[in-house]
């Protein structure tokens, strides 16, 4: 089983600033099959990144997904009030399809 | 865009079973696999198994192995989720979600909130 680990747990920015969040994986996941979500309270999960840099549907241009091998990178640019979550890394190269234990983006 | 929609809240006794259900809309139902991803109180996600409705193959995560049972109806374009030998650690919301174009989790349900309480 492919574990990733998150960091930082917290994140506390100010609207305008830039986040960057972390996901390492136990081994080497094909950059194909690395995906971001963003979750909101009492909300689902909306897919924000897959394919290690491609953005779905709808996604503003300041989320970035960059990384490779067991090392990848969320950038949130400019941070909106809306941007405020908590966010997950999912691999789905290999079963189980785990997803890393999540990092909160908060208002300082 | 496909919707997703998920059978309503459940309360169940420990040892009994719950069955939800995910009915899919807009889009097509049988190719695409589904998932089942649930999120105890508080908690991260959690992925539990998936299945390919158009060839009925599924994968359960080891976790779950023995205790869940994933089901596709493609006349109904609805997944279903079963688990079994409930225990309190299952309280959790239950979510659908469909492998989209991108190859992940495009689309979701809204959740399932399944207490489990005697």
């Known amino acids: 089983e492919i574990v990733l680990t998150q960091s930082p747990g917290t994140l506390s920015l100010s609207p305008g600033e830039t986040a960057t969040l972390s996901c390492r994986a136990s081994q080497n996941i094909s950059s194909s099959y690395l995906a971001w979500f963003q979750q909101t309270p009492g909300q689902a999960p909306r897919l924000l990144i897959y394919g290690t840099s491609s953005r779905a549907t709808g996604i503003p241009d300041r989320f970035s997904g960059s990384g490779s091998g067991t090392d990848f990178t969320l950038t949130i640019s400019r941070l909106e009030p809306e941007d405020f979550a908590v966010f997950y890394c999912q691999q789905y190269v290999s079963s189980p399809r785990t997803f890393g234990q999540g990092t909160k983006v908060e208002i300082k | 865009q496909v919707q997703l929609v998920q059978s309503g809240a459940e309360v169940k006794k420990p040892g009994s079973s719950v069955k939800v259900s995910c009915k899919a809309s807009g889009g097509t139902f049988s190719s695409y696999a589904i998932s089942w991803v649930r999120q105890a109180p508080g908690q991260g996600l959690e992925w539990m198994g998936g299945i390919i409705p158009i060839f009925g193959t599924t994968d359960y995560a080891q976790k779950f192995q023995g205790r869940v049972t994933i089901t596709a109806d493609e006349s109904t374009s609805t997944a279903y989720m079963e688990l079994s030998s409930l225990r309190s650690e299952d309280t959790a919301v239950y979510y659908c979600?469909?492998?989209?174009?991108?190859?992940?989790?495009?689309?979701w349900g809204q959740g399932t909130l399944v207490t489990v309480s005697s």
């Open positions: 979600a469909r492998v989209g174009n991108s190859g992940s989790y495009s689309d």
